[in-house]
């Protein structure tokens, strides 16, 4: 095949196009540069031309073999160039386990709780859990002399300060800062000296509090009955409430609800008793109160059908992984 020397570099540039491999591009060169490659065909064509154009036709060969070795050594350097770059992306690598975090079931029933209870209009107000006498006992109505304050059951860190037992000391704080009227949820942690397999020295307690003109004992059944209903999502579960005693409530109540055909006691209830209210200079013929305190843990193994208490404080991955596709909830 006789081609013309003007075309020979665009019919090398389309061969560059197409071509994508070492190997292949190796074939190229040889196709323009090798032994019967087209350019050396050229050169040895030169001694058939007349001796006046010889020296120009060869200078214009030399030219035309530079820009063709040139154009071949940049697409080698080219295709090296992708193969590190595709090298370096190994596509074949598996995808990197994006291991995502969960919230623990007690964060989730106490969220829960939060939500249900602030459609009613309530509010979280936290207080420490380091408490003194007087937050923890002395302004709830609880006397001197009572079984709650021995040190059997309570921590102490000295004869005034403790660990708070319950979350009722939150209600004097709530009261004192915000007053009267108030409706305020406070979660937390309590701690009693008390360990074995079904009480924990810590656990979690969410109390809650409403005060207000004309609050009625039926106005803390309805509130409370309303609540289970939510939370267990049915408003077929039976409930009872039984008469209790708590020094800062009265009348006092205890509540149970039946599962699986036995009354099982979920929370403590009541109206705030009137002394507690004239502890936070609420008015007692003015306002009214209610007030209850729940376990979270109790509600926790109850809404995930849990067993055995410890299971929430020992932190087992395998056990807290159950509860990733409920972090929105
Ligand atoms: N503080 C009580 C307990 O820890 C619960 C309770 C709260 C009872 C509020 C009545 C009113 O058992």
């Known amino acids: 095949m006789k081609i013309n020397h003007t075309d020979l570099e665009d019919l090398l540039k389309k061969d560059l196009e197409t ?4 190997h292949d591009l190796q074939q190229i ?11 050396t065909i050229l050169f040895s064509s030169l001694k058939d031309i007349p001796s ?5 036709f060869g200078s214009e060969l030399n030219n035309l073999k530079q820009v063709i070795t040139k154009l071949i050594d940049l697409k080698f350097v080219d295709i090296k160039r992708n193969r590190e770059i595709t090298q370096r992306l190994d596509l074949d690598t598996p995808a990197r386990h994006h291991q995502f975090g969960s919230h623990h079931p007690i964060s989730l029933v106490i969220r829960r709780i939060e939500k249900i209870f602030s459609n009613f209009g309530f509010e979280t107000h936290e207080g420490p859990e380091i408490e003194t006498e007087y937050y923890n006992f002395e ?5 001197d002399n009572h079984p709650a304050r021995d040190m059997h059951d309570t921590f102490y860190f000295d004869s005034n300060l403790l660990l708070r037992t319950h979350t009722s000391s939150v209600q004097i704080h709530a009261m004192e800062n915000r007053s009267a009227p108030l409706r305020v949820l406070a979660p937390g942690r309590v701690y009693r000296c008390d360990s074995d397999p079904t009480h924990s020295p810590m656990f979690h307690q969410i109390e809650g509090l409403c005060v207000d003109t004309d609050i009625s004992f039926s106005n803390l059944k309805w509130l409370l009955n309303d609540f289970i209903y939510k939370f267990f999502e049915s408003k077929k579960i039976k409930t009872r409430f039984r008469p209790s005693y708590f020094p800062f409530t009265e009348p006092s109540a205890e509540m149970d609800v039946m599962f699986n055909g036995k009354w099982l006691e979920v929370l403590g209830c009541g109206m705030v008793h009137p002394n507690v209210l004239k502890n936070v200079n609420i008015d007692p013929k003015k306002y009214s109160g209610l007030a209850f305190g729940l376990g979270i843990e109790r509600f926790a193994m ?3 059908q849990i067993k055995d208490l410890r299971v929430f404080f020992e932190n087992d991955i395998n056990f807290l992984e159950q509860f990733e596709n409920l972090r929105e909830s």
Request: with cysteine; hydrophobic share 30%; charged share 35%.
């Open 302 to 304: 109850l809404a995930y």
């Open 52 to 56: 006046e154009e010889r020296k120009a």
């Open 29 to 39: 060169k040889s196709k323009y540069l090798g032994k019967k490659g087209h350019v």
């Open 19 to 22: 071509c994508s491999k070492e």
């Open 139 to 143: 302004s709830l109505n609880i006397a």
